[in-house]
């Protein structure tokens, strides 16, 4: 195991009925506070009244930021400081999915900042101070409701950045269930596919003697592989619903992670398909990660083992290391299909015609991942298997 | 699963040579520090050396309070409340074991109350305000390193209590795996026990559906058993002392109970036990946690056959739930006994005569545990069992 420092002080609010605590919870931080949403699903689920009750039960001052992007733009976070600054927010209170809650992180870390939001990501700026942040959440998949990490795209410069600060942990995160059981099947399976693939980029290492991190991400990983089709059967399974939100949160929250070396190149690689073709991240993970695995399996069979006979149960009799491996491999793309998710870059029309611009774009910062470090031409190769 | 919060602030600085940090980690919160330390073991391995060298050369002013017992008394809390007082102390720094730990919780949680520091354990004060600590674990069991309980005893009443405190957090804790190398082998196998059996408390629930929850536990579960037998092969071995000390902090950390009921039964079964003969904890566990294993197991076969086939690999062809149940909890005492744990009172020489008056101690309270809610009768029953 490799030396690590570990610090997560996200509060989880998790289950049934919690939203009711908002009030007093926002309430310990000061009395006004600045609620931002999305394109208008929480209003349609009832939880954005809800939310509203418990901050007015509070006498809370409550102001709002709404229509915040599936890939949160700058400018809205530009409005969002400007809200701040006007109205000496106490608290950003983020009620949504993934871009809603890295789009308040990101006005709450700009507030301080002299200079335009832009610059935290463009210009790395360090963050010196927050305001503090508190989520709802309403999507199991990018584990932002326990993290400090936020994206927020630019389109004027065409780039789509990250950044993070200890500072941005939210200080609690309300994470109901219940909340989630009218995601449509297409966002609850990318969302699983996500959660899957965060696991995969932390997993996936050449870090010796990790036995509890390893089982931790397995035991992720069959759970979202088991629960994934009961709430595909029934989208209000109560306990599927939870499992899975609880997946994605203890994905990314650090914990899986201590002590190891990670890759994540499969993240850097779908990106670069999803900025150049507009397709959802996960339906592109669906189609990459597999063929990433097969293409790193060289670097060492091992963990790729492992992989196959916990989480997939597959049987290594009279089979070959390689071949164990690649059985584990296939199960994964057929659970992916199985839920509904693409399986080459056909499906969505994308043919040959950029697979080296979306390569030049996937390693522009320099090579990608550590468990095989990839070059630009690797990366052609995933795409080319990917076709 | 059943609705919770979560919330653990406490800092991990894991690896080796994180000592070195600990100066700089004590001067965040002021310039005055109290060390506790226990028998002298610290001193021994050059530990200690190392702890004062770091913090002088942070220029910080060092207070020693040292010698604190195995279970701590309240007169060294009072002892260290004292010297806090008297020397306006900013942090308290733990460096030792649970023990040393815990003393160091009650004396930071006692000093800004007014009265008696046994006042917190028999009159169940709430601490309203603490001093931060910090802390240099050198025995992987307690898990106190990560959460915010804390057990004193007190010779005056023969008492034994616990209290606890979102306060008393360890603000960090300094993890090196190296520091455990030394640990005797009887005191190494105790450790191991006793965190296995905070996991049993835990995973023996009837909460359903909480597969993260269960999967996280079997992982600690596995992980013991496989890096304990390299442990005690050889006791250098770093990744295996690393592992141990990983599943001792995550073991009660919070994160396994997350959203389940839980037990308790066999420690307050124990208790009694080693607060009448003075054994140690982790030997009355060995002893007394199988034989609740199979008194509970008319209550639900199948977390026992869960626990069966994930964590020993039972095969369960051919079998009932019972005998599969029966065979996990079997290789569980043989587990223990292969460490060398004892596996009958007898071998502490204890006879039947006090097994009433220690059952009437473990209940004193009223019943034990939840997956078999055990009145004074059934604790008798555990007694027999493990004569």
Known sequence: MNNFNFNNPTELLFGKGKVKKVGKKVKEYGSKVLVVTGGGSVKRIGLYDKVIASLEENNLEIYELSGIEPNPRVSSVRDGVKLCKENDIDLVLAVGGGSTIDASKAIAGAVFYDGDAWDLFAKGIIIEKALPVGTILTLAATGSEMNPNFVVSNLETEEKMGAGSPL?????????????????????????????????????????????????????L??????????????????????????????????ISIGKETDWASHGIEHAVSAVYDIPHGGGLAIIFPNWMKYVLDQGTDKFVQYSTRVWDVDPTGKSDKEVALEGIEKTREWFNKMGAPSSLADYDIGNDKLEVMAEKATAKGTRGSYKVLDKDDVVEIYKMSL
């Open 168 to 220: 941005l942990y939210p200080k609690f995160s309300i994470l109901d269930p219940v909340n989630t059981f009218t995601v449509p099947k297409e966002h609850t399976v990318y969302g699983i596919i996500d959660i899957a693939a965060h696991v995969f980029e932390q997993y996936f290492s050449h870090t010796e003697s990790t036995p509890i991190q390893d089982r931790w991400a397995e035991g992720i």
């Open 222 to 255: 069959v759970t979202l592989k088991e629960e994934s089709m009961k709430v595909l059967a029934n989208p209000e399974d109560y306990n599927a619903r939870a499992n899975i939100m609880l997946a994605g949160t203890m994905a990314l929250n650090g914990l």
